[in-house]
């Protein structure tokens, strides 16, 4: 089992509808890391979590420490949202980061 | 300020052949780490370095080196190239504490395919 689960692995939505990526981690971290990542592209970070809520724009990133576990919403989905988004955490124990293996999101017009 | 340089964003090899790709960072970050990214795999750390002089081995090193003679530069060697090194190489950089805030930039990429 991987350290950091990502899900879903795909999402599809139209565009103006509220969407949700989850990540759960099994590992003790002393961050958490949403990123994002567009095709053929570089790798942008959007968020640093160490605790409670984030927001930027359309997008929220929440995390839950007891529960392992962390959101990413994005608001009013728009085509330019269509990219993959990537959880990676930050070993307490190891200062190293552990990435997910991403969720392809595309929002049709 | 550039943020995190990577370059070449191409590069075909022959198998045996050697190269190195360059990594440049202006934000005076002393964590600089090189990844590979493979599909349907996470990003996996080949080596990393916590300051000018100091590098330490990642996830996956083999076939790989790394130097660390300026806080700026991290160049990632290939040593004698092979085609499951084939994939997709960030170099990343940050600063080492947390209180800092300290989000992680990406360079662009490098596509690198090894015929």
């Known amino acids: 089992k991987n350290e950091v689960e990502q899900s879903p692995q795909n999402l599809t939505a139209q565009e103006g509808e509220f969407i949700t990526i989850n990540c759960s981690y099994s590992?003790?971290?002393?961050?958490l890391h949403w990123l994002q990542q567009h095709p053929g592209g570089g790798i942008v970070s959007l968020f640093m979590?160490?605790?409670g809520k984030k927001k930027h724009g359309r997008l929220i990133a929440t995390i839950n420490i007891q529960e392992k576990h962390s959101s990413l919403h994005i608001t009013a989905s728009h085509p330019r949202d269509s990219a993959v988004y990537i959880c990676?955490?930050?070993?307490?124990?190891?200062?190293?980061?552990?990435f997910g293996t991403g969720t392809r999101l595309q929002v049709f017009p | 300020n550039a943020g995190v340089t990577q370059t070449p964003k191409f590069q075909v090899l022959k198998t045996g052949q050697s190269m190195t790709l360059q990594c440049a960072q202006d934000?005076?970050?002393?964590?600089m780490s090189w990844y590979r990214q493979d599909p349907g795999m996470g990003l996996r750390l080949i080596h990393y370095?916590?300051?000018?002089?100091?590098?330490d081995q990642g996830e996956v090193p083999n076939g790989y080196n790394v130097s660390r003679s300026t806080t700026e530069d991290f160049p990632l060697r290939l040593l004698s190239a092979a085609p499951s090194q084939t994939s997709v190489y960030f170099c990343?950089?940050?600063?080492?504490?947390?209180?800092?805030?300290?989000?992680?930039?990406f360079g662009e990429g490098s596509w690198l395919t090894v015929v």
């Open positions: 990343a950089s940050r600063m080492t504490g947390l209180l800092s805030g300290n989000t992680i930039y």
């Open positions: 590992v003790g971290i002393s961050a």
């Open positions: 979590l160490s605790s």
């Open positions: 990676a955490v930050r070993s307490y124990n190891t200062d190293k980061l552990i």
């Open positions: 934000m005076n970050h002393e964590y």
């Open positions: 370095s916590v300051g000018a002089g100091i590098t």
